[in-house]
């Protein structure tokens, strides 16, 4: 399975789950995908099988991948300061790959009904969702 950890900004959030990810699934490819090179390198330097850098790497690998893991921003125009565009967030959506997201909320976007929970207990529950659709694939 080929994995895409996509995000921005410091690459923080992508910096967990790919270190996450690769505590549980050493094996696994896990393609960095930051919206700039200082997030593509945090992710890399967690554990992340390569990286790639800024929109037209995004929207290049966002259908070559099998899954695509992330903050829900990841998918909304002009969200992490404005670092994802137009292009980022309608290839990220319309890609065929399974995305999981976590529902991360800053900004002038709320998600209603889910409750808060601190950053490492939502990557702890992605990891463990990547998991699982892994063993349904075997």
């Not at 099988?49 to 070559?64: D, Y």
């Not at 967030?89 to 909320?105: C, D, M, V």
């Amino acid at each position: 399975m080929r994995i895409a950890v996509i995000d921005g900004q410091g690459g923080g959030i992508g910096k967990h789950i790919v270190e996450q990810l690769r505590k549980r699934f050493p094996e696994m490819y896990v393609l960095a995908l930051g919206t700039n090179a200082l997030a593509t390198g945090a992710m890399v330097r967690a554990g992340a099988t390569e990286g790639a850098s800024g929109e037209s790497a995004i929207c290049f690998n966002a259908n070559q991948v099998d899954m695509i893991v992330g903050s829900f921003a990841i998918m909304m125009v002009y969200e992490l300061l404005g670092e994802i565009t137009p292009a980022m967030a309608a290839a990220i959506s319309a890609s065929k790959a399974e995305k999981l997201l976590l529902p991360i909320q800053r900004g002038s976007i709320q998600l209603v009904g889910i409750p808060r929970s601190p950053l490492p207990h939502q990557i702890e529950v992605l990891v463990n969702e990547v998991e699982e659709r892994m063993k349904a694939l075997k």
